[in-house]
């Protein structure tokens, strides 16, 4: 029997607003089938745009209705399983805003080390995005410090999915972190769904090549 729930992806090891909603439908424990598309190759704008006007990823398919964007698709997941957000009104306000932080911000952090699990590098990186991962590791660092939990807001939330593709960036530019950053960064690299989909990644057959030469 067909899933309800079709999530559409971009290739695993650089598409990082995919990984998010992806983790969120994991964690809600919502069954769905994945349908990957390659990026930039022959023929990829129009197979988007076949799937939504948007012409991105990721787009959910919810019984032949399309919900593009990550922020929206996780919204809709928390509406169906509500403990995706902390339950504390404060907390959930809080994990509410940082979420759209990630969401609209750090463009530099975004642009300078863009999501690629199969890259290790250590070369010099613009100031533009150092200035961006300290603000990070500084946000990180202020919600960790008011619980005793491994995550964002103690247990785990849509939050820390929208961080994880950040989290990858750290490891794979080696960018500077302080020991609290870095063991919540190795929380959610060694998370099940998270190390489920890195599999998938490190072996995928395709590269983008202009991704993968950014800081060589």
């Known amino acids: 029997m067909t899933n309800p729930l079709t999530l559409y992806i971009g290739n695993k090891n650089y598409s990082s607003w995919s990984l998010r909603p992806w983790l969120v439908l994991r964690?809600?424990?919502?069954?769905?089938?994945?349908?990957?598309?390659?990026?930039?190759?022959?023929?990829?704008?129009?197979?988007?745009?076949?799937?939504?006007?948007?012409?991105?990823?990721?787009?959910?398919?919810v019984k032949g209705e399309t919900i593009p964007d990550s922020l929206a698709i996780s919204q809709w997941a928390a509406k169906a399983v509500p403990n995706l957000w902390p339950k504390d009104?404060?907390?959930?306000?809080?994990a509410i805003e940082v979420t759209h932080l990630m969401h609209d911000g750090f463009e530099a952090l975004r642009a300078h080390a863009p999501m690629?699990?199969?890259?290790?590098?250590?070369s010099k990186m613009p100031q533009s995005c150092?200035?961006?991962?300290?603000?990070?590791?500084?946000?990180?660092?202020?919600?960790?410090?008011?619980?005793?939990?491994?995550?964002l807001f103690d247990?785990?939330?849509?939050?820390?999915?929208?961080?994880?593709?950040?989290?990858t960036r750290f490891v794979s530019y080696d960018l500077p972190r302080s020991?609290?950053?870095?063991?919540?960064?190795?929380e959610l690299m060694s998370d099940m769904d998270y190390m489920d989909w890195e599999a998938?990644?490190?072996?995928?057959?395709?590269?983008?090549?202009?991704?993968?030469?950014?800081?060589r």
């Not at 247990?155 to 989290?167: E, N």
């Not at 020991?179 to 190795?186: G, L, N, Q, R």
């Not at 590269?207 to 993968?212: C, I, M, N």
Request: with cysteine; glycine share 2%.
């Open 155 to 167: 247990d785990w939330s849509i939050a820390d999915a929208f961080y994880t593709p950040a989290a």
């Open 89 to 94: 009104p404060a907390m959930r306000s809080r």
């Open 179 to 186: 020991a609290k950053a870095d063991t919540y960064i190795s």
């Open 130 to 151: 150092l200035d961006d991962a300290a603000k990070m590791v500084e946000l990180w660092e202020d919600c960790l410090s008011k619980h005793n939990g491994p995550f």
């Open 27 to 61: 964690k809600a424990e919502l069954p769905f089938d994945e349908e990957l598309i390659k990026l930039d190759v022959p023929g990829y704008k129009e197979a988007l745009l076949a799937i939504s006007d948007a012409g991105t990823v990721p787009v959910l398919n």
């Open 200 to 215: 998938d990644a490190m072996v995928e057959p395709w590269d983008l090549p202009e991704t993968d030469k950014v800081n």
């Open 116 to 122: 690629n699990l199969r890259r290790r590098t250590s």
